[in-house]
Structure formats: structure tokens, C-alpha cells
């Protein structure tokens, strides 16, 4: 009989799967690097390809019309932008002009491209380097007449083992068919990582060696909240995570109860919980999750694809509709978080040797004053449509606030001179997510409308250390006593100034915070609108009070494992 074995991984997606194996094994993409002597026959080829891969793409997006997939739809969009992409058509046609077989061309693009969005640190494009490669396996199963993986034979008693899991066969797999997924490869903010999480099929990427450590129908079990793996686990192992199964289903069904409610302590005090967005394709599961607004809508991401200058009337249709679909839930908008990794001023981020720390949010949309001006029409044309306010990123001085407010003021005149409609009194706020804006938060909050916090940036300004270098990543905890003490300084200098005070950060959907954040005064909760429900759920479970004896206790640790395990141990 097999050895039993534990393989720890990286946690992707919760919950709990229990199964026989089921290895899916990529097809050899191999081709001979031959130059062609044909080379109309070979444009043709890549042109038929091409056209196959579209209808792929297209047939797909219908089908994820009926399916929970906000992310995917984005995914398969982004990989139709690919295909539809001038410069790619023309290069590849470029380099099969010269010789290159359709296969060759293809590849050598689409290499150029992951490599290119590979060195970039910002996740966002790290995420398009694996688009680029997904768009290049599609491409040259098509070129080679390979069919891709079979997975038809799967059903709810199968764990998919893979070496690295694609985003086109993630978009194919469903929780009624399949208990969960293992991989070889792959992180935690990954395309495919997003489809499981929103299909809400347990996952643990980044085993090691997990093909050759694994037989087919070996039985498996995984937990997504842990990254842990057991291989043919004995029946002490198996009945335990049935059980942990079993009651994290039953929870599942707890949080349904919260559907369309109020969020409130267990005392009545009322709070509310917001959805973070980042296109469009979200307003459906917004509108899903009941929660009570949107508290970010990053715009950034409608710069970034698109391929042409962003105009403000094409602004202006995208946020009427969000806040038409919003009906008078309050929407959040934040201007532009350009800059950095996230540049569309390519020349400019070579230049800056730590571009983190340089022109991004306020500072780069203020350096590009045309551009932020037609961002800043825009949104107050569409105000008259709905609930909305605007938010400022990473701000730092109160220049910053005063200056942005003055170009707003210079908007209005602009629109009125043209006797175009727009929303005269929309509310001003801010991100606080620098260590400055910490510090001067009781002055921001006299020239800010609003303050939403955002944890994220906050915890890696305030402890100088960057969460994509795996030498410090480990500091960016929100559970730092200074990242805590900075949290609580903010809330209690927006109350003192009245003006409201949210967080958008990964902290406020963090149940081991809530009764902390719930005693510092927190008011608002953005998170994905997946963790709405769990999230009412966990805010019903304490009143103010006790929360409050929560933070007293915290208040007294002096480490971040002291605040976490102390956390852990009253979490409800």
C-alpha cells in the first residue's frame, strides 16, 4: 500500500476538496524551428488560426455569460485584445516575411511580450504575461492540430492535478463537477487563481513536484484556507476533513441568511459593507452581493486597456452606467492610481530608479494635468446620474488636496462656459495609504470630504518595505502593531473632524480584525463582493463592547504573532 504524505502549498482558493486524482497533463507543444519557402501558405495558416482562436474566445464569453465569471469575462476579453492587437497581427506577419514558419512567429511574439510583462513588479502586468502565454498555447494548439486537455471524465469525487493551470481551462471547470485543484506552478493573484475563487473551487497552487508525487486515482485531499495537501491520508485524516468539510458548508449556508440585510453589530450598531470593483464586468456581482455601495472603483484600469487616449466622453458613459446600475447606492471613484509599474508613460518609469516611491497616483495625474482634467469632466457630468464621490490617491501633503480641488473648481467653469450638465456638490476624499498621510491625517481631514484607508499600501509605506520582495514581504502586516496604531490614529482623527472613515484595503474583509476595527470606529468595509455575506456575518457576531475589550488586550502585545495569535483565539 502507498505511503501516506503531507505537501504544503500556496492557499488559492477556500474550502476543502476530497478526491481521486485526476492528472491532466499538457500536450507536447514542440515544433521544428524550420524556415518556410511558402510564405503566403503560412500567413494564410496564422490567419486561419487567428480566426479560430476569436471564435473560441467568442463561443467562451457566451457560455461565461451564464456562469459567476466578472474576472474571467476579463480574462477572455484581455486575451481577444491580444488577438485583435495591430502590433502583434503586423509583427508576427513581419517575422514570417522573413522566413519564420506561422508557429515560430507566433511564439517569438508572444515570447517578446511575457518577457516584457514578466520584470514588471506590479501584479496587474505580471498577470498579463501569463494572458500572453494562455493566448500562445490556444494559438499553437490551433497551429499544430492538438486538442487541448480532456476533462470531461471529471465529476464531484476528482481532484485536477496539473502543472500549471490556465485560465482558458479554469473557465471550464465548475464546483458541481470537480472537488478541487492542485497545481505545480502558479501564485495566488493569478488569472486562474481568480476564476477558482469566483467559482469557489477549493485550490492549492505551487506544490512541489506534485506530478511526480502523485499517482492517477491516488486519494487526495486539500485545504484551500491552509496550502495543505495529503496524499493517500489515513482514515483518522479523512474523517477529520470531512467533518471540516461538512461544517464549512454548513457556514456557507449561514451566510445566505445575510443576503439583503442591514449590516449591524450584535448590539444594532449599524455599519456598512462596500464592494471594491475594477470594471464593469463587476456591477452584476456588486449588485449580487447586497451590499451597500461601492467603496473603489479603480479607474486606472480603463487606461491601461485601452489601446487609444481615454476621452473624457468615453469616461463619462462608463461611469453613468455603473452609477445608473447602482441606482442611489453611494459609489466611490477613485481618479487614476497611475504611475509606477502602472505608467503609461513608459520613458518616465525607465528613468525612475524607485518608482514605488515616485510619480504615481496624486503626483503622476497632477504632472499630467489634460489627462487628469478630462478624468475630473467626466465624473462630474456623470454625478448628476447618482450617488458618487471621488477619491484621491495616495495623497501626502495637504498641497495636494488644495491643488486637485482647485482643478476641479477650473472644471466647473470649463463645463459651464459650454452649458454642459454637471453635479455641482460632489464630495472630495481621499485614499490614507502613506505613512505621511497617517501623520498630518488630523490636517487632511480638514480639507477632505471623506477618508477610506487603505490598508494595503498603508502597512508597506509605514513599515518601508515592499509585499513583492520576498525578503521583507513577511513586514507588510496589517497585524504590526504600527500598522495598527497608524489605523486607529486615522479613524479617530476623521471622527474627531466628522467626516466618515472607510477601508479598502485586505484588512477590512480580514475576520480576525473585525472586532478591532468595529472599537476603532471603522464605518465603512470595502471588500470583494464575494466577501460580503461572510463578512455581515462575522460584524453580527460582536458588539461594540466586546470588541473593545478585544482591543484592549491588543493594545498591550508587542509583536505581530503576539497580535495575530490573539486574534485567532477570539475569532468567532
Not at 502507498?2 to 514542440?30: C, Q, R, T
Not at 530608479?353 to 504632472?367: D, E, W
Not at 513599515?463 to 497608524?486: F, G, H, I, K, Q
Not at 470606529?521 to 455581515?536: A, C, N
Request: net charge negative; with cysteine.
Amino acid at each position: 500500500m502507498k505511503k501516506s504524505s503531507k505537501h504544503l502549498g500556496i492557499a488559492v482558493s477556500n474550502g476543502y476538496g476530497l478526491g481521486n486524482a485526476y492528472i491532466v497533463n499538457e500536450p507536447d507543444l514542440f515544433f521544428e524551428e524550420k524556415r518556410t519557402t511558402s510564405k503566403d501558405a503560412e500567413i494564410s495558416r496564422f490567419s486561419n488560426a487567428l480566426n479560430d482562436f476569436k471564435k473560441q474566445i467568442h463561443d467562451d464569453l457566451n457560455e461565461a455569460e451564464n456562469l459567476p465569471l466578472g474576472d474571467e469575462i476579463k480574462i477572455l476579453e484581455g486575451q481577444s485584445a491580444i488577438a485583435d492587437d495591430p502590433s502583434v497581427y503586423e509583427d508576427t506577419l513581419g517575422l514570417i516575411s522573413k522566413g519564420l514558419t506561422a508557429e515560430a512567429a507566433i511564439g517569438t511574439i508572444c515570447d517578446k511580450y511575457i518577457s516584457l510583462f514578466s520584470q514588471m513588479e506590479d501584479k496587474i502586468f505580471s498577470q498579463r504575461a501569463f494572458d500572453v502565454k494562455d493566448f500562445k498555447t490556444r494559438i499553437l494548439h490551433i497551429l499544430l492540430s492538438i486538442t487541448e486537455p480532456d476533462i470531461s471524465a471529471l465529476n464531484e469525487k476528482s481532484v485536477l492535478i496539473t502543472k500549471e493551470l490556465t485560465p482558458s481551462l479554469a473557465g471550464k471547470l465548475s464546483n458541481k463537477n470537480i472537488a478541487g485543484v492542485i497545481t505545480q506552478a502558479g501564485g495566488k493573484n493569478g488569472h486562474a487563481a481568480i476564476i477558482l475563487r469566483s467559482l469557489e473551487i477549493p485550490a492549492v497552487f505551487g506544490v512541489d513536484d506534485i506530478i511526480n508525487k502523485i499517482a492517477e486515482n491516488d486519494y487526495v485531499i486539500l485545504d484551500g484556507g491552509t496550502g495543505d495537501v495529503f496524499i493517500m491520508p489515513d482514515a483518522l485524516t479523512i474523517n477529520e476533513y470531512n467533518e471540516k468539510k461538512y461544517l464549512y458548508l454548513q457556514e456557507k449556508e449561514e451566510y445566505k441568511k445575510f443576503a439583503g440585510k442591514e449590516t449591524k453589530t450584535s448590539d444594532n450598531v449599524s455599519l456598512k459593507i462596500y464592494c471594491n470593483m475594477e470594471s464593469e464586468v463587476d456591477v452584476p456581482a456588486f449588485i449580487q452581493s447586497s451590499a451597500e455601495g461601492v467603496g473603489l472603483f479603480r479607474t486606472e484600469f480603463l487606461y491601461l486597456n485601452s489601446s487609444s487616449p481615454l476621452s473624457e466622453d468615453h469616461q463619462f458613459e462608463i461611469y453613468k452606467r455603473i452609477l445608473l446600475a447602482a441606482k442611489d447606492k453611494e459609489v466611490i471613484i477613485r481618479t487614476a492610481d497611475l504611475g509606477a509599474d502602472k505608467s503609461l508613460d513608459t520613458a518616465l518609469t525607465k528613468k525612475e530608479n524607485n518608482p514605488f516611491m515616485g510619480q504615481r497616483g496624486i503626483r503622476y495625474s497632477l504632472n499630467h494635468k489634460e489627462m487628469f482634467k478630462a478624468q475630473l469632466k467626466a465624473l462630474l457630468r456623470a454625478g448628476i446620474y447618482g450617488n458618487l464621490k471621488i477619491m484621491l490617491p495616495l495623497i501626502c501633503t495637504y498641497d495636494e488636496v488644495f491643488e486637485t480641488k482647485a482643478l476641479i473648481l477650473e472644471c466647473k467653469n470649463t463645463l459651464s462656459s459650454q452649458n454642459i450638465p454637471y453635479k455641482e456638490d460632489l464630495s472630495v476624499g481621499i485614499m490614507v495609504e502613506t505613512a505621511a498621510a497617517s501623520v498630518i491625517s488630523d490636517i487632511l481631514s480638514g480639507i477632505s470630504d471623506f477618508f477610506s484607508i487603505g490598508s494595503n499600501d498603508l502597512a508597506g509605506y509605514i513599515m518601508s518595505a515592499d509585499r513583492t520582495n520576498p525578503y521583507v514581504s513577511d513586514l507588510c502586516s496589517v497585524y504590526e502593531p504600527a500598522v495598527l496604531r497608524s489605523i486607529k490614529n486615522i479613524i479617530i482623527n476623521a471622527k474627531n473632524a466628522d467626516i466618515p472613515v472607510g477601508m479598502c484595503g485586505e484588512a477590512a474583509g480580514d475576520p480576525l480584525l473585525t472586532p478591532l476595527l468595529i472599537a476603532y470606529g471603522l464605518e465603512e468595509f470595502s471588500v470583494s463582493p464575494t466577501k460580503v455575506l461572510s463578512l455581515r456575518a462575522a460584524i453580527s457576531k460582536w458588539s461594540v463592547n466586546e470588541a473593545k475589550e478585544v482591543e484592549k488586550m491588543v493594545s498591550k502585545l508587542n509583536t505581530r504573532d503576539e497580535v495575530e495569535k490573539y486574534l485567532k483565539s477570539v475569532k468567532r
